[in-house]
């Protein structure tokens, strides 16, 4: 030992904890969460601003961790959204559980490429853990191969990709060899309704455009157009059904659709982004009966389950299809013996433990727990729609079945003003969209702490801009 070069000390960048900067970190966490239930809900600065506060030049010499920091609290805070506010209902966005963040925290400070499963058990053994409660709370076959995704349209990617390469592979067509070129086509068929990355998944894969199926008044396939749809042609068919429509929060009749799929030998996907997890609770599990005929299914758990960004979820029945079209190997890469490795279930090799915030979200839950959080949202859509039902002049375009609430007033200029209002006036985000040819204004209820009080303060603060909007029109 004494014979080695004495050691420099090392420069101060190098030491871990500089400064106590976990501990800075940690307090203008705590800032932020603490003021988030109150604060304005939009940004109150722009990027411009944001950029001029960060300083737009690329420093010569660097500054001291603690202070970059400090800059970054400073200069990005006001132009940070308060999507983890309980009466943000814009898109469907969640917001983060506390027992979430700080799992997710860890994961980055582990830093565990969690690919394989030789080099990172403590990472998988936990995901695999959540994968199987994942399966079980969704009433999926136990089994089905669960990958761990940046989020849905990456998930759905996943279980298009393993529909794909399989309708495929039983008209004798191997895609991993030969290819697309030449390839029989594949009747890709969707409702009208679908979420738009339903298509960007399948255009990442070389499907085109679907073939769309009507849906009814409240955006479900229909069942008989389905069927209509596939009697019309022949060959290998993938079918997306979908658990959630965004904006009536709707169901497609699972058990009718897999069925008719089925008979004409079509693998079939549900996109549940956020509408899958109706499957949890038993109060609305009735909504997703037949859910488990399908052969894939998606899910984000950064929507409804509450961890931070991001993780989606990628689940299929037939593991070996998934990973005949995900898998790669490589000599340098220790493969498991055992089962599949997660980089063999989604689209990327290398990833954070992504899956780790989920697990602690259902062990601090529990079944139960994942219960209530489920029927707290959609109890919480109801008070909203309720209330807002009440306002003259306010009509509540959908049957609320879930965490979704659509209003309209009686034209699309003054449905749009009621949007505008909101985001300016700030207590409450609830953002515009198009849906059966009127503008809507959207209550998306996806934040863990959207309770029956937070719903009724929606109410009141949403009836406040509506009346100051009257007077002043
Ligand atoms: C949000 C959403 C998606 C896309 O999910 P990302 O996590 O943003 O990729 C897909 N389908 C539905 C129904 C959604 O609500």
């Known amino acids: 030992m004494s014979d080695a070069p004495a050691r420099t000390a090392p420069a101060p960048d190098l030491r871990p904890l500089d400064d106590d900067l976990l501990g800075l970190a940690h307090r203008h966490a705590a800032a932020w969460l603490e003021t988030l239930p109150e604060r304005p809900i939009p940004p109150q600065a722009g990027i411009e601003e944001v950029m001029d506060a960060l300083g737009r030049d690329l420093p010569e010499r660097g500054e001291p961790a603690a202070a970059v920091i400090d800059r970054l609290v400073e200069g990005a805070e006001p132009g940070l959204i308060a999507i983890g506010s309980p009466r943000f209902f814009g898109w469907v966005i969640g ?7 700080a799992a997710d925290w860890l994961v980055s400070a582990w830093d565990q490429n969690s690919g394989l499963r030789t080099i990172t058990p403590g990472a998988v053994a936990a995901e695999e853990i959540a994968s199987s409660w994942l399966l079980d709370l969704l009433g999926l076959p136990a089994g089905s191969d669960v990958g761990f995704a940046t989020g849905a349209t990456t998930a759905q990617f996943a279980c298009l990709a393993a529909a794909r390469d399989e309708v495929l592979r039983r008209v004798g067509w191997d895609v991993e060899e030969q290819g697309l070129g030449g390839a029989p086509r594949i009747r890709w068929i969707a409702g009208a309704e679908r979420h738009g990355t339903m298509d960007l998944a399948a255009r990442y894969l070389g499907l085109g455009a679907p073939a769309v199926v009507a849906c009814d008044d409240q955006g479900r396939i229909r069942s008989d157009a389905l069927a209509e749809e596939l009697a019309s042609g022949e060959g290998p ?25 089925h008979e004409e030998g079509a693998w079939v996907h549900v996109d549940g982004a956020f509408g899958l997890w109706a499957a949890a609770s038993p109060r609305l599990r009735h909504l997703t009966v037949g859910l488990g005929d399908a052969d894939s299914w998606s899910t984000d758990a950064h929507k409804t389950l509450s961890v931070p960004y991001d993780c989606g979820i990628a689940m299929v029945r037939d593991s070996a ?13 220790q493969a498991t013996d055992v089962g599949a490795d997660p980089h063999e279930k989604v689209a990327e090799l290398s990833r954070r433990a992504r ?11 529990g079944r139960e727990g994942v219960a209530e959080l489920i029927d707290r949202l959609a109890g919480s859509a109801r008070i909203i729609a309720e209330g807002l ?19 309209a007033l009686e034209d699309d200029a003054a449905t749009e003003a009621l949007s505008t209002a909101l985001w300016d006036d700030g207590e409450v985000l609830a953002m515009t969209s198009r849906w059966h040819d009127r503008a809507v204004v959207r209550f998306s209820v996806s934040n863990w ?14 009836g406040r801009v509506f009346g100051e909007l009257r007077a002043g029109a």
């Open 321 to 333: 299809a998934l990973r005949r079209a995900l898998s790669m190997h490589a000599s340098y890469l």
């Open 355 to 365: 899956g780790i915030p989920t697990w602690a979200v259902l062990r601090h839950l």
């Open 389 to 407: 039902a009440e306002l003259p002049g306010v009509e509540v375009l959908n049957e609320v079945v879930f965490t979704q609430v659509c209003i």
């Open 95 to 101: 917001g983060t559980q506390p027992v979430a963040l």
């Open 449 to 462: 702490g959207t309770d029956a009080a937070q719903a009724r303060r929606t109410v009141a603060a949403v």
């Open 237 to 261: 068919a993938i079918v997306a059904l979908q658990a959630g429509n965004i904006h009536s929060g709707a169901f497609d009749p699972f058990a009718d659709a897999c069925r008719i799929a």
